[in-house]
Nanobody, 122 residues
Framework: QVQLVESGGGLVQAGASLRLSCSAS????????MDWFRQAPGKEREFVAA????????SLADSVKGRFTISRDNAKNTMYLQMNSLKPEDTAVYYC???????????????WGKGTLVTVSS
């Protein structure tokens, strides 16, 4: 079992930056690839970013490329999502997830956090 807790969400203006954190406890954090997903009001949850166990491989959704960066610190059991140049359309609940192997598919995630709300005002 892995327990995941997101933090760092909040209300910001368009153009601002936020850094989300996902803290893990339980089984070895470095044994899992990690992902960020988000769900906007009235929409399906969607993939945002993924990072491999070592952090050497990452993927970003086209909608956030050039603005968001995913990273992890295995010594701190924490994953991050640095979000720059935020837009109103980035407003969503952001979830972190852990998976046994590197992938971008929601259905293949093994563990989920409860999410943190990001609201971007125009």
């Amino acid at each position: 079992q892995v327990q995941l807790v997101e933090s760092g969400g909040g209300l910001v203006q368009a153009g601002a930056s936020l850094r989300l954190s996902c803290s893990a406890s339980g089984r070895t954090f470095s044994g899992y690839a990690m992902d960020w997903f988000r769900q906007a009001p009235g929409k399906e949850r969607e993939f945002v970013a993924a990072i491999s166990r070592s952090g050497g491989l990452t993927s970003l959704a086209d909608s956030v490329k050039g603005r968001f960066t995913i990273s992890r610190d295995n010594a701190k059991n924490t994953m991050y999502l640095q979000m720059n140049s935020l837009k109103p359309e980035d407003t969503a609940v952001y979830y972190c997830a852990a998976t046994d192997y590197y992938n971008l598919v929601e259905a293949r995630m093994n563990y989920w956090g409860k999410g943190t709300l990001v609201t971007v005002s125009s």
